[in-house]
């Protein structure tokens, strides 16, 4: 009997943890409020995956610098981040944003898919990725490669004195 209750709640808890998953649906809404954030141009920085933008931006540096230097970049990373999708000519548009695998994390769910991208240095298709939390909290994003090969952004950060030999 005992044996029995063990795995009738074995059961209940793998049921109960499949229909706690992310639906494609519910995907599809989160990456939806994303892009609407990105198209707004008042995208909040935290939502964005900082370190992974600034690791493409100051390569393999950025992970030997110490905690105030990654703070800093961050930082001056998340000014200018902010500058460009501010700007009023509206140069960036992101449309067709389709959800692809959702993986559960430790957290929350890992959502992946494709965004077209209209900007003066890059039209086409991309990558992006999404961290959501319960709620549909993006905690953290990312679109392609878009930040790594727009040199407006890179001649942006340039101006910041304090990175100019960082960039080169």
Not at 48 to 70: D, P
Request: proline share 3%; net charge positive.
């Amino acid at each position: 009997m005992r044996k029995m209750f063990v795995f009738i709640v074995l059961a209940w808890l793998l049921m109960t943890n499949a229909t706690s998953a992310l639906t494609i649906t519910e995907a599809q809404k989160c990456a939806d409020r994303l892009l609407e954030a990105y198209n707004s141009r008042s995208y909040p920085g935290k939502m964005l995956m900082l370190e992974a933008i600034t690791q493409r931006t100051f390569g393999m540096l950025y992970r030997s610098m110490t905690n105030q230097e990654k703070a800093e970049a961050t930082k001056a990373t998340k000014r200018v981040l902010r500058e460009s999708f501010e700007q009023p000519t509206g140069q960036y548009q992101y449309k067709d944003m389709v959800v692809g695998p959702v993986e559960t994390t430790k957290h929350g769910f890992r959502i992946n898919g494709t965004v077209h991208i209209t900007s003066p240095k890059y039209t086409g298709t991309a990558s992006f990725m999404a961290l959501v939390y319960p709620g549909c909290k993006v905690e953290q994003a990312r679109i392609g490669n878009i930040y790594a090969l727009d040199i407006a952004l890179r001649e942006m950060l340039k101006k910041e004195s304090k990175w100019r030999d960082i960039l080169g």
